[in-house]
């Protein structure tokens, strides 16, 4: 060991606190907590034969060591957090969760309840379900709520008030509370029923219609029995499809892992009432902690936000610190949380579940990434590129006769889009239309900054003449041969070509892919993808500029009002032909304002 690291390590205090391990460049490579500083150190330092590899990768990227001390344990778990969290160095487990998953909302407060669709887990008194991992199942549910009960369909929180029946109520799929007088306590009971099904009590559910539909014989009211026959029949079909992995109808997330050795796989079981409703798997790259701290660190990090917090997490791995992790996510709740390692029962059969999960995925992920590898070495070959094309940016443009012209940067990352890396640039110097003087203003404006890395593949939607124009800016920019540049354009059916063509700089013929056709269809969708990022972003602009040439200088029009018209009618051309009456239903838009508007638009037409 270095011997101004031994004798920086001779003065640590036993106290608990958080430590900064750096490079030689002075980056922050991993952050960790400990009870007692010198003696968590000094496992990072001690005879290489005494460590195990992963310590020993870490510890030969050290070249300094900072300490921060805490006054407990717990302050010291929440500043490691935080510093996780600013310098997201390389060697800790670092939580890309930045998908937010849908839930289902029911505001029990309201007088006549509906079911929605959100984002976010608020604290409002409403009840909430989910969060659903696969919102295709997810939807599947609420059509069949929609079908099997008569809640009010109306996407608005407060219920709006109808002067006759909309077209759900009219075919017999809503009970109309908005235009109809209808019983609270019929209406209430349709939301109890519909919250047992959500809470996964469908067999309670099941055996309470099965009641009501034999009273209902015995009064012969055949109509109600049948219709409350049917009801029970499909929910019947929907327990069959239920998979019921407890007998105490608990809630709990359920953590499993997989390793290899540059690798890792964390995955979520999700079991709400005894039902297993959905999986997660979180990958990991470059991770030198142990399975105790990967876990512990992504519990911190995932229920930091506002994810659900179930009434037990069961883990693969005992915690040392498995008090503090628990007090802290008492607070979270608001109520105790068990954290678990059982050793036998069907919890443990929950954890082997789990890791079997996350073994199968880390499988898979390793199949695609060997796949990706190939693909992008063929690639890497047939353009003959001294390096493998691991990141590839992809420009195009979008513009009708000039008009509102944008452009569009698309980043895939080993073969897969990195969508966090995407921009959009609005045109600011290019008035008239030209493709070239477009293409030449957004690449100064990407590579005259070094706000993100170099690719190692940049490919331009165009023929020679786009490839020639971003050949010439990398010149002026002094960066000609950091990267490869290639154009893409499209095949010309009419003089027989088959494929798409791939052109490289001082070249005339486009590259040959025809034994390495999948190598060309990954470019292909990578061009098509900028082309889809352009346009969207092109209609965007445009739909905002025409509802800004068509409301602009009606008074007390601003920002707010044209973006409540614009969600409630969705298109410009509706807003022009709605009537004064449909106007003054939009929020925010009274009755004087919206014969304002409609004034002015008839004056405008005419």
């Not at 895939?412 to 990195?418: D, I």
Request: hydrophobic fraction near 35%; include cysteine.
């Amino acid at each position: 060991m270095d011997e101004t690291l031994n004798e920086k390590l001779a003065e640590i205090s036993t106290d608990p606190g958080v430590y900064l391990m750096k490079d030689n460049a002075g980056r922050v490579i991993y952050v960790g907590k400990a009870k007692n500083l010198k003696k968590r150190l000094a496992a990072y330092f001690k005879p290489p034969e005494q460590m195990d590899m992963k310590t020993g990768v870490l510890v030969k990227k050290i070249a300094d060591f900072d300490t921060i001390l805490t006054g407990t344990e717990t302050e010291a778990l929440m500043l490691e957090s935080n510093l996780i969290k600013r310098y997201r160095p390389r060697y800790n487990v670092i939580l890309k969760d930045d998908k937010r998953y849908p839930s289902l909302r029911i505001d029990i407060k309201s007088e006549y309840p509906g079911i929605e669709v959100v984002r976010k887990i608020e604290n409002d008194g409403a009840l909430y379900f989910g969060p659903f991992t696969s919102p295709t199942a997810m939807y599947r549910t609420l059509k069949f709520i929609h079908k099997t009960f008569k809640l009010r369909k109306c996407r608005k929180r407060t219920l709006p008030r109808r002067t006759r029946p909309c077209l759900n109520c009219q075919m017999d799929g809503c009970l109309g509370p908005c235009c109809r007088s209808v019983d609270k306590a019929v209406y209430d009971e349709v939301v109890r029923e519909v919250v047992l099904l959500l809470k996964g009590r469908a067999p309670e559910l099941i055996r309470k219609i099965r009641e009501e539909m034999n009273a209902a014989a015995a009064e012969q009211d055949f109509e109600q029995a049948a219709e409350l026959r049917d009801k029970m029949f499909a929910l019947e079909k929907v327990v069959e499809k239920q998979s019921v992995v407890t007998t105490d109808f608990e809630d709990r997330d359920v953590l499993g892992i997989a390793r290899a050795p540059d690798h890792a796989v964390m995955t979520l079981l999700t079991v709400r009432n005894g039902f297993l409703i959905g999986s997660r798997h979180f990958h990991f790259s470059d991770i030198l902690s142990s399975d105790e701290e990967m876990v512990r660190a992504f519990i911190h990090q995932y229920y930091e936000t506002d994810h659900f917090i179930p009434r037990a997490l069961l883990t693969p791995v005992p915690l040392e610190d498995e008090d503090l992790v628990a007090e802290w996510l008492r607070e979270r709740k608001g109520r105790k949380v068990n954290l678990l390692h059982p050793r036998r029962g069907e919890k443990v059969r929950l954890l082997e579940m789990a890791s079997r999960n996350a073994e199968d995925e880390l499988r898979e992920w390793t199949a695609a990434a060997s796949a990706s590898r190939d693909l992008l070495t063929r690639i890497r070959k047939c353009l003959r590129m001294e390096h493998l094309p691991e990141r590839i940016e992809c420009f195009d443009n979008s513009n009708i006769s000039g008009t509102t012209p944008v452009a569009a940067m698309v980043v895939f990352e080993k073969g897969k889009p990195r969508k966090a890396d995407y921009r959009r640039y609005t045109i600011r110097t290019v008035t008239e239309p030209d493709d070239y003087a477009t293409m030449a203003e957004v690449l100064k404006r990407r590579y005259g900054k070094t706000d993100m890395p170099y690719p190692d593949l940049l490919m331009v939607d165009g023929g020679k003449g786009q490839l020639n124009v971003a050949v010439a800016v990398m010149k002026e920019l002094g960066i000609e041969g950091r990267f490869t540049v290639i154009g893409i354009a499209k095949k010309d059916e009419r003089l027989g070509e088959t494929d798409d063509k791939i052109y490289l700089p001082g070249r005339a013929n486009p590259v040959n892919f025809s034994r390495d056709r999948d190598a060309l269809f990954l470019l292909q969708r990578i061009r098509d993808e900028a082309h889809r990022f352009a346009i969207t972003f092109h209609r965007k602009r445009r739909r905002k500029s025409s509802l800004g040439s068509v409301l602009d200088g009606i008074p007390g029009i601003g920002r707010e009002r044209k973006k409540s018209l614009l969600n409630h009618f969705g298109s410009v051309r509706r807003i022009r032909a709605a009537a004064v009456e449909e106007l003054a239903a939009v929020p925010g838009i009274s009755q004087q304002m919206a014969e304002t508007i409609r004034r002015n638009l008839d004056q405008m037409s005419g």
